[in-house]
Every structure is written in C-alpha cells, then in structure tokens.
C-alpha cells in the first residue's frame, strides 16, 4: 500500500449547535447555527500513560484519555452570540451584554478543514464548553493591526453511548467527535453534513446490511431454561433491526426483539433472525435449538 503525506491546511465554515438533552436514553440538539469566523484552531487531549512494576519490571501500562482541549482564535465575536455560548445575558434593544456569573451550557461545535492536496475533512465535536474569550485592545495608531480573540472550547464525551460505536467488548460507547474525510466518503456535502449535528449513529446508520449471523449455529436448552442468542450484521457498523422467531413455538418460543430462546417441550425448533432492508427485501440467518428434559 503505497504511503500517503499529507499535513492540514486552513479552517472554516464553522458552526454551533446547543446540547438539549445527554442521557443514557439519547442525545438531542438545537438549531444549528452560524459560528463567527475561525483563523486557527489547536487542538490537545488530555492522556496519561503509566507503568505498573511486578517482579521489579513494568509489566503493565495504564492508560486514560481525558478532555480535549480547542484553542480557538476568531474574528470579533458578536455580543448576541457571545451571550449565547457563554451563559451571558444581551439585550437585543439596546445592544448591551451584561457580563455576569455564568449558566452552564454544552455545546456541539462544527468546521470544516482540509489537507494540503485539498481534501476536506468535516468535523462535529459532539459536546463541550466554551470559554469566555480572551481579547487584547490596543491604542490605534497609522498601521493596519487589529486583534481578534482567543477562547477555548473544551470538548468532552457524551453521556449516550451510541449503538454504532463499540468497544473491545463489543459493549455500546459514548463519543467525543465525528471526523469525514471527504476523500474515502464522496458521498457526504457540506451542506448535508452541518444541517444537523452528526452522530456516529447518523453517519453508520445509513450503513445497508448485507449479511447476517447468528451466533451460535446450534444450541440446547432444558424445558424452562433459557438461552441467549446474538445477531451480528455486516458489515461492521450496519444498522438494522433484527426480529426473531421459532419454527415450532410448542417446543421453544423467542423473545421477537432480544432473542432469547425459552424451552417449552422436549423436541426442536429453527429459530430465524430477520432483519428488513430499506430497499425492500430481508436477510436471514438461524439457530437449530434442541429442547431437552434433562
């Protein structure tokens, strides 16, 4: 595979939504809106790596990753927006903004950056907190400087673990961003991209299933015993919903969303998961269940 060098150039088309709701049930959040223009952005993430000795040697390291730190230098920022992204208050009549203890907020912050060779790359980092901004002013004399401000934004994970993204486990996972590269996802516009903040589950939900496994291919269960079976899509990151059913309910039934299997009466049953595709048509895939007495 042949090397690929690259570095990032430029920032623009920046964009903020509010974070309405963060729970475990689901994340929501509000109008999009225009952010005032970025010159810079930095960004740092917080991350510790720490050795445990045994034996007299490091035999394990600990890892964490924390916060991520943006450092964002702008254009003068408006005072309504200001207000907006700091917990400030501004009055629209008469043009004043009251500095003033602050009323938390989270916020999904959006831009847009790009390589060296042109190739965008889309970003929404999904929640964070902005700074109140630091600004310099300084006495005007016959030259042409002029200062904007620095604020940070601190992003961090959500609350809501997302159905697309999983860990080493397979268990669902929070996230702190989405990053498009424009030149593996051709299909992804700005435009489309920044009318609503994108989740991992927006952007992989739209991922067609074109198989189905069912794991394990054949199992026994005693008469009101149980048995958990799991379905896994492809490809990785395919969504779907998957709805379970047995051959011979006199013998074995299925819970139709979880999959678990419940023996009934000694004999067998062909449990089937099916998941219905959006174009039409379905995809299949069973387990061969013997239900025992003993």
């Not at 969504?239 to 969303?257: C, L, M, P, R």
């Amino acid at each position: 595979m042949a090397k690929e060098y690259f570095e990032y150039r430029g920032v623009s088309n920046a964009v903020y939504a509010e974070v309405l709701s963060d729970t475990s049930d689901g994340i929501t959040f509000g109008e999009v809106k225009e952010f005032t223009g970025l010159s810079e952005v930095g960004k740092s993430t917080e991350s510790a790596n720490e050795p445990h000795y045994y034996d007299n040697i490091p035999a394990i390291v600990v890892s964490s990753t924390g916060a991520d730190t943006l450092s964002l230098n702008t254009s003068g920022i408006p005072f309504d927006m200001l207000a907006d992204i700091t917990g400030q208050m501004y009055d629209q009549a008469t043009g004043m903004l009251v500095e003033k203890e602050r009323v938390p907020k989270y916020f999904a912050l959006g831009y847009v950056t790009q390589k060296t060779d042109g190739t965008k790359v889309l970003v929404w980092r999904l929640k964070g907190t902005f700074t109140v901004p630091e600004q310099t002013s300084t006495t005007q004399d016959a030259g042409t400087t002029a200062n904007g401000q620095t604020l940070t934004y601190t992003g961090i994970s959500t609350t809501y673990k997302f159905n697309t993204v999983l860990d080493p486990q397979g268990d669902k996972c929070p996230a702190k961003a989405v990053n498009i590269d424009t030149s593996v996802n051709t299909t992804m516009t700005e435009e489309a991209f920044f009318d609503s903040v994108k989740t991992p589950d927006d952007i992989l939900g739209n991922v067609t299933p074109t198989g189905i496994g069912v794991t394990p291919s054949t199992a026994s269960v005693k008469v009101g015993n149980t048995k958990k079976l799991t379905a896994t899509l492809v490809p990785a990151g395919a969504v779907g919903t998957v709805v379970w059913s047995s051959s011979a309910t006199g013998k074995a039934t299925v819970d139709e969303d979880t999959g678990v299997v419940t023996g009934v009466d000694a004999g067998s049953a062909t449990i089937t998961a099916t998941v219905n595709l959006q174009g039409g048509g379905t995809l299949t895939d069973t387990c061969a269940v013997t239900v025992t007495t003993s």
